[in-house]
Nanobody
Framework: QVRLVESGGGLVQAGDSVSLSCAASGRTFSNYATGWFRQAPGKERDFVAVISWTGTISYADYVKGRFTISRDNAKNTVYLQMNSLKPEDTAVYYC???????????????WGQGTQVTVSS
């Protein structure tokens, strides 16, 4: 059984940094694409970043240059370093895995429970 657990969210001020972690059991991240998505209240779940099993990385335009996705194969953990946070980054952040490299949420079959990030102005 696959289980993804996000951690690291919280309440921060605009301009601050937060690092999110996604730990997996029952799945080896280095064999899958792992994505970060976010969902604000009343909005759809949006793509944030993805790292493929080969290490190919892609970011949404609205986080490019501020967020960094990385993976530690030894710890089987994927991270999302978020810098220069803005109030519009406020959302629940989810990690998920897919069998192929994708920026579309519908391609991801296993999801974590999410972690809230709130950025105050």
């Amino acid at each position: 059984q696959v289980r993804l657990v996000e951690s690291g969210g919280g309440l921060v001020q605009a301009g601050d940094s937060v690092s999110l972690s996604c730990a997996a059991s029952g799945r080896t991240f280095s064999n899958y694409a792992t994505g970060w998505f976010r969902q604000a209240p009343g909005k759809e779940r949006d793509f944030v970043a993805v790292i493929s099993w080969t290490g190919t990385i892609s970011y949404a335009d609205y986080v490019k240059g501020r967020f960094t996705i990385s993976r530690d194969n030894a710890k089987n953990t994927v991270y999302l370093q978020m810098n220069s946070l803005k109030p519009e980054d406020t959302a629940v952040y989810y990690c998920a895995t897919a069998n192929h490299y994708s920026t579309n949420a519908w391609d991801y079959g296993d999801w974590g429970q999410g972690t809230q990030v709130t950025v105050s102005s």
